[in-house]
T-cell receptor, first 114, second 114 residues
Framework: NAGVTQTPKFQVLKTGQSMTLQCAQD?????MSWYRQDPGMGLRLIHY???????DQGEVPNGYNVSRSTTEDFPLRLLSAAPSQTSVYFC?????????????FGPGTRLTVL | AQSVTQLDSHVSVSEGTPVLLRCNYS??????LFWYVQHPNKGLQLLLK??????LVKGINGFEAEFKKSETSFHLTKPSAHMSDAAEYFC????????????FGTGTRLLVSP
């Protein structure tokens, strides 16, 4: 089991560029989510999905798009990168959304927007 | 709405002394509460979770936390700190409405000196 994998590990973009952060899990988890981590702010939820074809917005969705065409993959798209999107991005998955189900986190993608 | 407050942004201890990381929560319902640990440049790992069973929860690496409803607290403790415990710790509550989501505290950085 690879668990939750994220690519790339590091990325530098110029303002206005677009890119896709990849996330995949091999645990057959229904629930997947994207967070961003900024100093002193903990992790904030960007988007989440409760199954293939179903996505919804989290706390800070502006500037990001997601889709979930398969159970395994949950890519995060930055449409037009801005310096405010400089952050560390974590993808997570769990068997379901509720109860005490543990969310498993990927290793993160460190994004810098110049 | 559910929320958590981590009362200390930094905690410094000496190796071999007790650790106390404080967390208060706000929830209209019986909450699910978690502690996650993040070592430098790594993803997040679940330390322990409370889901309305025993109020004293034991986790990995000798950590434990006690759920106190009357005080709305879920403090993390360890009897004796080890150098490898130096990391950032997040208290997390799962929302109980709609699609259940994790809400993170702002984190406590634990520093362990020899």
């Amino acid at each position: 089991n690879a668990g939750v994998t994220q690519t790339p590990k590091f990325q530098v973009l110029k303002t206005g560029q677009s890119m896709t952060l990849q996330c995949a899990q091999d645990m057959n988890h229904e629930y997947m989510s994207w967070y961003r981590q900024d100093p002193g702010m903990g992790l904030r939820l960007i988007h989440y999905s409760v199954g293939a074809g179903i996505t919804d917005q989290g706390e800070v969705p502006n500037g990001y798009n997601v889709s979930r065409s398969t159970t395994e993959d949950f890519p995060l798209r930055l449409l037009s990168a801005a310096p405010s999107q400089t952050s560390v991005y974590f993808c997570a998955s769990s068997y379901t959304a509720g109860g005490g189900n543990e969310q498993f986190f990927g290793p993160g993608t460190r994004l810098t927007v110049l | 709405a559910q929320s958590v407050t981590q009362l200390d942004s930094h905690v410094s201890v000496s190796e071999g002394t007790p650790v106390l990381l404080r967390c208060n929560y706000s929830s209209s319902y019986s909450p699910s509460l978690f502690w996650y640990v993040q070592h430098p440049n790594k993803g997040l790992q679940l330390l322990l979770k409370y889901t309305s069973a025993a109020t004293l929860v034991k986790g990995i690496n000798g950590f434990e936390a006690e759920f106190k409803k009357s005080e709305t607290s879920f403090h993390l403790t360890k009897p004796s700190a080890h150098m490898s415990d130096a990391a950032e710790y997040f208290c997390v509550v799962r929302t109980n409405t709609g699609f259940q989501k994790l809400v993170f505290g702002t984190g406590t950085r634990l520093l362990v000196s020899p």
